[in-house]
Nanobody, 124 residues
């Protein structure tokens, strides 16, 4: 299984970015796909998740600004990030897995597959 994340970059506060994560070797349609992020000196944290049925969940700090979506035909998950803030600066990782415990899909320990990360830097 490979997850290839892309789309990061340097933007100014208030700008938008769209991250993509292409999966290969994973049975994508039934998979739960998520985005996590890790800021310098901090632990990796949950950002957003989309289940096989399209249900989505977000970290409180990104609700209303970020949107996770998936295209099963392209085996790709996206993270549209609007109104970016300097506090969103981090390396963003996509993660995926099947058969995950629904009550624990915000936990990074649940995910067996991870992408390499893409850096998002938001300047003030």
């Amino acid at each position: 299984v490979q997850l290839q994340a892309s789309g990061g970059g340097l933007v100014e506060a208030g700008d938008s970015l769209k991250l993509s994560c292409a999966a290969s070797g994973l049975t994508f349609r039934p998979a739960t796909m998520a985005w996590f992020r890790q800021a310098p000196g901090k632990e990796r944290e949950f950002v957003a998740v989309i289940r096989y049925n399209g249900h989505t969940y977000y970290q409180d700090s990104v609700k209303g600004r970020f949107t996770i979506s998936r295209d099963n035909a392209k085996n790709t998950v996206y993270l549209q990030m609007n109104s970016l803030e300097p506090e969103d600066t981090a390396v963003y990782y996509c993660a995926g897995g099947t058969g995950l415990i629904a009550s624990s899909i915000r936990s990074r320990a649940q995910y067996p597959y991870w992408g390499q990360g893409t850096l998002v830097t938001v300047s003030s």
